[in-house]
């Protein structure tokens, strides 16, 4: 009969350790390599959607997602997340982007409203989680229903129901709204840029960030998405270089959704939904954040 020496017991004993080392690493790793690649790409979506993905070196590496939306596109449809405040004084269930996608059998979706209560600590240690109820913040209408409440301090991004769209800073949609969502400041209006907060130290480091656009009909929408947090591959843009492209794009009104880790841009295919970003949750690339509210949209194939 073999013998099994102590040196080959220790062996083994250190192997096994190195593995259960090892594979939280691995399992940390390897969504940094599921992100799309540092590559340029331009293509159509759906009927009346087309999508740019641009890459960015200098002054440091950004990724940037642009979607084109003709709102006057047969088949266009606008789509908010729907709330209502209960007894527990919240209006909506947390989702991530991708969920709301697939519940609602949307072609496209972003995040929209800022949200509370929040906290983001550790992996295993945030909030809201799914499903937990949670606040938005300024105007949120879904369906002609307005469930969460105008705020002064949060312009709001109006949908008719015809798709026509507009701005609104005072932060109230105009009565027959069908959809609408609020940001927290309005970056270009009637084709300028607003002035930046020099006080506000978000508006001046790079960041991710998700921003609305309108022409002046309000009948193409641009959503602009930017990649933020992942140094390397994208660590995002400050305020007035949002700006900066959002002029060169001619658009008339502007609106800074919420962004940071609660980026993302998600469309539909035959597998489900497909995230198109790079966000980062919990300091973890490809990790979606369920959020209390979105803005989606139907399409034809």
Same mark, same amino acid.
């Given at each position: 009969?073999?013998?099994?020496?102590? +040196?080959?017991?220790?062996?083994?004993?250190?192997?096994?350790?190195?593995? *259960?080392?090892?594979?939280?690493?691995?399992?940390?790793?390897?969504?940094?390599? #599921?992100?799309?690649?540092?590559?340029?790409?331009? @293509?159509?979506?759906?009927?009346?959607?087309?999508? %740019? @993905?641009?890459? +960015?070196?200098?002054?440091?590496?950004?990724?940037?997602?642009?979607?084109?939306?003709?709102?006057?596109?047969?088949?266009?449809?606008?789509?908010?997340?729907?709330?209502?405040?209960?007894?527990?004084?919240?209006?909506?269930?947390?989702?991530?982007?991708?969920?709301?996608?697939?519940?609602?059998?949307?072609?496209?979706?972003?995040?929209?409203?800022? &949200?509370?209560?929040?906290?983001?600590?550790?992996?295993?240690?945030? &909030?809201?989680?799914?499903?937990? @109820?949670?606040?938005?913040?300024?105007?949120?209408?879904?369906?002609? %229903?307005?469930?969460?409440?105008?705020?002064?301090? &949060?312009?709001?991004?109006?949908?008719?129901?015809?798709?026509?769209?507009?701005?609104?800073?005072?932060?109230?949609?105009?009565?027959?709204?069908?959809?609408?969502?609020?940001?927290?400041?309005? *970056?270009?209006?009637?084709?300028?840029?607003?002035?930046?907060?020099?006080?506000?130290?978000?508006?001046?480091?790079?960041?991710? +960030?998700?921003?609305?656009?309108?022409?002046?009909?309000?009948?193409? *929408?641009? *959503?602009?998405?930017?990649?933020?947090?992942?140094? &390397?591959?994208?660590?995002?843009?400050?305020?007035?270089?949002?700006?900066?492209?959002?002029?060169?794009?001619?658009?008339?009104?502007?609106?800074?959704?919420?962004?940071?880790? #609660?980026?993302?841009?998600?469309?539909?295919?035959? $597998?489900?939904?497909?995230?198109?970003? $790079?966000?980062?949750?919990?300091?973890?690339?490809?990790?979606?954040?369920?959020?209390?509210?979105?803005?989606?949209?139907? $399409?034809?194939?």
């Amino acid at each position: 009969m073999k013998v099994i020496s102590q +040196r080959s017991i220790e062996l083994a004993v250190k192997a096994i350790i190195a593995i *259960l080392l090892l594979v939280p690493i691995i399992i940390y790793n390897t969504p940094f390599f #599921s992100r799309p690649p540092l590559t340029n790409e331009t @293509r159509s979506l759906f009927q009346g959607i087309s999508y %740019k @993905r641009e890459f +960015r070196s200098l002054p440091h590496p950004v990724m940037l997602h642009l979607v084109n939306i003709d709102l006057t596109a047969p088949g266009i449809g606008v789509f908010v997340t729907p709330g209502t405040q209960q007894s527990d004084k919240m209006e909506t269930n947390a989702r991530t982007a991708s969920q709301f996608l697939e519940e609602f059998k949307l072609q496209l979706a972003i995040n929209a409203n800022f &949200f509370s209560p929040f906290k983001e600590k550790a992996p295993w240690d945030y &909030f809201p989680k799914n499903g937990d @109820r949670v606040n938005n913040v300024g105007q949120a209408i879904s369906n002609g %229903k307005v469930y969460s409440e105008p705020n002064f301090n &949060f312009p709001v991004l109006c949908f008719a129901a015809n798709n026509r769209a507009q701005i609104i800073a005072s932060g109230t949609c105009p009565e027959g709204t069908q959809e609408g969502v609020a940001g927290n400041k309005i *970056l270009i209006q009637n084709g300028k840029a607003t002035t930046i907060d020099e006080d506000n130290s978000q508006d001046l480091k790079n960041y991710p +960030r998700v921003v609305a656009a309108l022409d002046k009909k309000g009948e193409k *929408l641009w *959503l602009l998405l930017v990649d933020g947090k992942q140094r &390397f591959y994208s660590e995002g843009l400050k305020a007035s270089e949002v700006q900066e492209i959002l002029l060169n794009l001619g658009v008339d009104m502007a609106l800074n959704l919420d962004g940071g880790g #609660s980026t993302t841009l998600a469309m539909a295919t035959p $597998a489900g939904a497909k995230v198109l970003n $790079a966000p980062i949750h919990n300091k973890i690339p490809m990790q979606e954040r369920p959020i209390a509210n979105h803005l989606g949209f139907y $399409a034809n194939n």
